[in-house]
């Protein structure tokens, strides 16, 4: 036995390897086992050259029996040997099978997450797609809309435009017929500025022959807010107006009418914020009547303030200049002497008349004048 398992030991120390066939495996530990015999032989015919002594009750190993017994020996040693390979080798394959199935398993995960993708990618592109038409029809619609929206209001602008001019005409329409002079010059409708409270005021319309009833001297005051010299004379011209229609037995006898400059309806009411008396319509004063007045008077510069009489006859012109030499207004309103016996002798009908007469007797005048001033021109050229 103890040669039997030497012999085993010194037969796994030479690394025999488990691709060797179980025939040459089996036949190298019968070779080992015989030749462990043979020496054990020579050592027992060395060491004893007797024969042993027979024990009683103790049988002796022959070499039938010690070769059978590593054999036997041999033979579970290459079964469990066997077994350790078919053990190895399953987990071997066992191992196998998981990679492969692990490689199969990631395969198809990629391919299922490239289909994912692929179908997240399609998905993608047929929302931005989509989302691109619905922007699209949207800007066509926000246009179409847009288009809508400015027809509408340049229609609906229109339709105020004519609201007002219609409710214009029939403003004008409404006004009672008014006839005289002072209509005829300044038209049917004065304004005056009415406070409502310390910042807020309000237009107020009067009819022209109301506001100008019972008036001796009328003042046509041409000025702008823009105009320095004017911002200067406004003042003066206020406490002027009160001083004159304020004296004793001639109360209320003086009226001014603003014949404005500005350039805009805002600074227009501003402007008259500083004044106490009537004023020409803005549409009016900075239109084409009030141009005809500038034209009708001869204004070459603002401020500029015509006198006129109740019947629209001129008194002066150069009001603007007598008021800083006379502020007391003692020659007010700087008739010439033959007008004021005019107006004391000869009623107002016939003054009405003679001054129409006069208007025209003075037209046809002007324009004979105008008519024989060319040919005089002529006449040294033809010398």
Same mark, same amino acid.
């Given at each position: 036995?103890?040669?039997?398992?030497? $012999?085993?030991?010194?037969?796994?120390?030479?690394?025999?390897?488990?691709?060797?066939?179980? =025939?040459?495996?089996?036949?190298?530990?019968?070779? &080992?086992?015989?030749?462990?015999?043979?020496?054990?032989?020579?050592?027992?015919?060395?060491?004893?050259?007797?024969?042993?002594?027979?024990?009683?009750?103790?049988?002796?190993?022959?070499?039938?029996? +010690?070769?059978?017994?590593?054999?036997? /020996?041999?033979?579970?040693?290459?079964?469990?040997?066997?077994?350790?390979?078919?053990?190895?080798?399953?987990?071997?394959?066992?191992?196998?099978?998981?990679?492969?199935?692990?490689?199969?398993?990631?395969?198809?995960?990629?391919?299922?997450?490239?289909?994912?993708?692929?179908?997240?990618?399609?998905?993608?592109?047929?929302?931005?797609?989509?989302?691109?038409? &619905?922007?699209?029809? /949207?800007?066509?619609?926000?246009?179409?809309? &847009? !288009?809508?929206? &400015?027809?509408?209001?340049?229609?609906?602008?229109?339709?105020?435009? %004519?609201?007002?001019? +219609? /409710?214009?005409?029939?403003?004008?329409?409404?006004?009672?017929?008014?006839?005289?002079?002072?209509?005829?010059?300044?038209?049917?409708? #004065? #304004?005056?500025?009415?406070?409502?409270?310390?910042?807020?005021?309000?237009?107020?319309?009067?009819?022209? !022959?109301?506001?100008?009833?019972?008036?001796?001297?009328?003042?046509?005051?041409? $000025?702008?807010?823009?105009?320095?010299?004017?911002?200067?004379?406004?003042?003066?011209?206020?406490?002027?107006?009160?001083?004159?229609?304020?004296?004793?037995?001639?109360?209320?006898?003086?009226?001014?009418?603003?014949?404005?400059?500005?350039?805009?309806?805002?600074?227009?009411?501003?402007?008259?914020?500083? *004044?106490?008396?009537? %004023?020409?319509?803005?549409?009016?004063? *900075?239109?084409?009547?009030? *141009?005809?007045?500038?034209?009708?008077?001869?204004?070459?510069?603002?401020?500029?303030?015509?006198?006129?009489?109740?019947?629209?006859? =001129?008194?002066?012109?150069? %009001?603007?200049?007598?008021?800083?030499?006379?502020?007391?207004?003692?020659?007010?309103?700087?008739? $010439?002497?033959?007008?004021?016996?005019?107006?004391?002798?000869?009623?107002? $009908?016939?003054?009405?008349?003679?001054?129409?007469?006069?208007?025209?007797?003075?037209?046809?005048?002007?324009?004979?004048?105008?008519?024989?001033?060319?040919?005089? /021109?002529?006449?040294?050229?033809?010398?």
């Amino acid at each position: 036995v103890p040669v039997l398992a030497l $012999s085993l030991s010194s037969a796994k120390e030479e690394e025999v390897s488990y691709s060797t066939s179980n =025939v040459d495996l089996i036949f190298k530990l019968l070779q &080992t086992a015989l030749n462990s015999t043979e020496q054990r032989k020579e050592l027992n015919n060395e060491d004893h050259q007797a024969d042993p002594v027979a024990v009683p009750g103790i049988r002796r190993m022959d070499d039938d029996d +010690a070769i059978i017994t590593a054999v036997a /020996a041999a033979e579970q040693d290459v079964a469990e040997m066997e077994a350790e390979v078919v053990v190895e080798e399953s987990a071997t394959q066992g191992e196998e099978e998981l990679i492969e199935e692990d490689v199969v398993t990631s395969e198809e995960g990629e391919t299922a997450d490239d289909e994912t993708v692929s179908d997240e990618t399609g998905e993608s592109e047929a929302a931005a797609e989509e989302e691109v038409a &619905t922007e699209a029809a /949207a800007a066509t619609d926000d246009g179409e809309t &847009t !288009s809508d929206a &400015t027809e509408e209001a340049a229609t609906q602008q229109q339709e105020s435009e %004519a609201a007002a001019d +219609a /409710a214009a005409d029939k403003k004008e329409k409404q006004l009672p017929v008014q006839a005289g002079p002072l209509v005829d010059l300044l038209g049917p409708s #004065l #304004l005056s500025l009415e406070m409502i409270d310390e910042t807020t005021a309000q237009f107020k319309q009067h009819l022209t !022959s109301d506001a100008l009833a019972g008036k001796k001297v009328i003042g046509l005051y041409f $000025s702008a807010d823009w105009c320095g010299p004017c911002r200067q004379f406004t003042p003066e011209l206020v406490n002027f107006y009160n001083r004159m229609n304020n004296r004793r037995g001639r109360k209320g006898e003086f009226e001014i009418v603003w014949i404005s400059r500005c350039r805009d309806v805002d600074s227009y009411g501003q402007y008259f914020t500083q *004044m106490n008396w009537l %004023a020409m319509p803005p549409e009016e004063a *900075m239109g084409q009547r009030g *141009m005809a007045l500038g034209d009708k008077y001869k204004v070459k510069g603002i401020p500029s303030l015509v006198l006129l009489d109740d019947l629209g006859q =001129v008194i002066t012109t150069d %009001a603007r200049n007598k008021i800083p030499q006379d502020t007391a207004g003692i020659g007010f309103p700087w008739r $010439s002497p033959l007008a004021t016996v005019i107006s004391v002798i000869l009623p107002r $009908s016939l003054r009405l008349m003679l001054g129409n007469q006069l208007g025209i007797i003075k037209s046809k005048v002007i324009d004979k004048v105008k008519s024989l001033l060319p040919g005089r /021109a002529k006449a040294p050229a033809m010398a």
